[in-house]
């Protein structure tokens, strides 16, 4: 919805898919896409948490074909996968019921294999096969932000970054609420110009300066001048998010 609004490119096809979630939120998903114009170029897959465990194994396999189809035509689509984690509880859920083998808590040694081969469908195509692109967006949910369980590690370490997101920093009115310190890109700093580097990069380091400091400074009152100064600034950082309005045709 926000590139409709800001730029008059190539459209582009998104794909969500919903796993697991209640049919309460999908319909809300629904109604905010029908309010933004955006179902003529998007595509909902859901298999809600009513659903049978291979209906849910299977949505992401039949979004991902869809999302194909505009990438081997020349077009351009973007996919979400919301979330893994849900498929990935599914086929455990299967597997237990086949009787195979169990592995790290509980879930097959394949897993990875499993989400691997399908986060790798999405490419970008040469120009001499029609330069069409599928972009994936894979959402894990964190148990309590343990983001060294087994899940969300194997993405990790098969996405090219991650955006972590804290569930404090949301209910400290902090949006987007997200963890400087887990987040990293592997491919931003190469996208970026000189100048966003030269900065992106300092304040990356303050910022988590300022988490390490501010959390021993609720134990004592009785701090140094640059201690001080770097915690105002810290806290300067993470208000801008909560005060910065982002702006598009229809504002």
């Known amino acids: 919805m926000n590139s409709r609004g800001t730029s008059e490119g190539e459209t582009l096809y998104c794909v969500y898919v919903a796993i697991g979630q209640k ?13 933004a114009n955006a179902l003529e170029y998007s595509i909902l ?37 919301a979330d893994l984690s849900k498929q990935a509880v599914a086929y ?9 083998p169990p592995g790290r808590e509980a879930f097959l040694g394949d897993v990875f294999y499993l989400h691997s081969r399908l986060l790798e469908r999405a490419a970008k195509r040469s120009d001499q096969t029609g330069a069409g692109s599928l972009t ?9 932000g343990d983001v060294l369980a087994y899940i969300p590690t194997n993405v990790i370490s098969i996405t090219d970054g991650q955006i972590c997101l804290e569930i404090e920093l949301f209910y400290r009115r902090i ?10 890109s592997r491919v931003g700093s190469a ?24 959390a021993f400074a609720q134990f004592g009152s009785d701090l140094d001048d640059a201690t001080q ?23």
């Open 191 to 214: 996208a970026q110009l000189r100048a966003m580097k030269q900065v992106c990069g300092s304040l990356k380091l303050e910022l988590a300066q300022y988490r390490e400091v501010a």
């Open 23 to 35: 049919r309460s939120t999908v319909a809300q998903l629904v109604q905010i896409l029908s309010e």
């Open 45 to 81: 897959v859901a298999a809600t948490a009513s659903d049978p465990a291979h209906l849910q194994f299977l949505a992401l396999y039949s979004g991902c074909a869809m999302g194909e189809y505009f990438r081997d035509n020349g077009m351009h689509a973007l996919i979400i996968y």
């Open 175 to 184: 949006r987007p609420a997200i963890s400087v310190g887990l987040s990293v």
């Open 92 to 100: 455990r859920q299967m597997s237990l019921l086949l009787r195979r």
């Open 136 to 144: 994936a967006l894979p959402v894990i949910e964190t148990q309590v």
């Open 229 to 251: 100064a770097l915690l105002n600034r810290g806290v300067r950082l993470t208000e801008v998010p909560e005060t910065t309005t982002i702006f598009t045709t229809s504002n």
